[in-house]
């Protein structure tokens, strides 16, 4: 039974469990938002949420202990310089899981885990473009190029057709060897005649 077990195992050992947490923080205060396994989400919610409480209070130990935990120096000057001024006073909660449903391949419960404060200003995907705007500006040396195919084209068209002249190839003498005189060949006798 396991009442009271508290934490997830995510079928990893200990150590490899902190690297992956410390891992998905990193990429979560990163990007502002990431998508994961539902298991995954929960567990970095109780992960990363001290982490942030902690860089409220923008002290050397509080520098020092997030980055005992996130080793990249940007993201963590990051944090202090983007995130936590934009969080303010709120009280906790920093982040918001949201369920997806299920991954395609294997059925796993997906979710996006997202900082609450910056919902709004991860950037969508821009929409593929049209045909119509993936054309240059720059309309004059378009036309010149047209103008040049349209000419190369009338100047094909009009100019009258010459029959190629056609030198005859020489014909290669064949060599006549001369047949040597094959020995006659004896047929072998049947056995018992």
Same mark, same amino acid.
């Given at each position: ?7 997830? @195992? ?9 690297? +992956? +947490? ?5 990429? *979560? *205060?990163?990007?502002? @938002?990431?998508? #994961?396994?539902?298991?995954?989400? &929960?567990? *970095? ?7 942030? #409480? ?9 520098? /020092? ?13 990051? +944090? ?5 001024? &934009? ?7 920093? #982040?918001?899981?949201? /369920? *997806? ?7 796993? !419960? ?12 991860? @950037? ?7 045909? !119509? ?13 047209? !103008? ?14 010459? &029959? ?5 190839? =020489? ?7 001369? @047949?040597?005189?094959?020995? =006659? ?9």
């Amino acid at each position: 039974m396991r009442h009271r077990v508290k934490g997830r @195992k995510l079928g990893r050992t200990a150590s490899h469990r902190r690297a +992956l +947490l410390r891992s998905l923080a990193a990429s *979560l *205060l990163k990007h502002k @938002k990431i998508t #994961t396994t539902t298991a995954k989400a &929960k567990e *970095l919610r109780g992960f990363v949420e001290p982490l942030i #409480t902690k860089a409220k209070a923008d002290s050397v130990h509080a520098r /020092r202990y997030v980055s005992a935990e996130i080793n990249d120096r940007e993201i963590v000057s990051g +944090l202090f310089s983007d995130i936590i001024p &934009k969080i303010g006073d709120r009280a906790g909660g920093y #982040t918001r899981v949201v /369920r *997806l449903g299920q991954r395609k391949g294997d059925g796993a !419960e997906m979710a996006i885990i997202e900082l609450v404060d910056f919902s709004g200003l991860v @950037k969508p995907k821009s929409p593929k473009k049209t045909k !119509e705007e993936e054309k240059p500006t720059d309309t004059k040396v378009e036309e010149t190029k047209a !103008e040049e195919k349209k000419e190369a084209k009338a100047a094909k068209k009009t100019a009258p057709r010459t &029959k190629k002249e056609t030198t005859p190839k =020489p014909k290669k003498e064949k060599i006549r060897t001369t @047949k040597k005189t094959a020995t =006659p060949k004896t047929t072998p006798q049947k056995k018992g005649s």
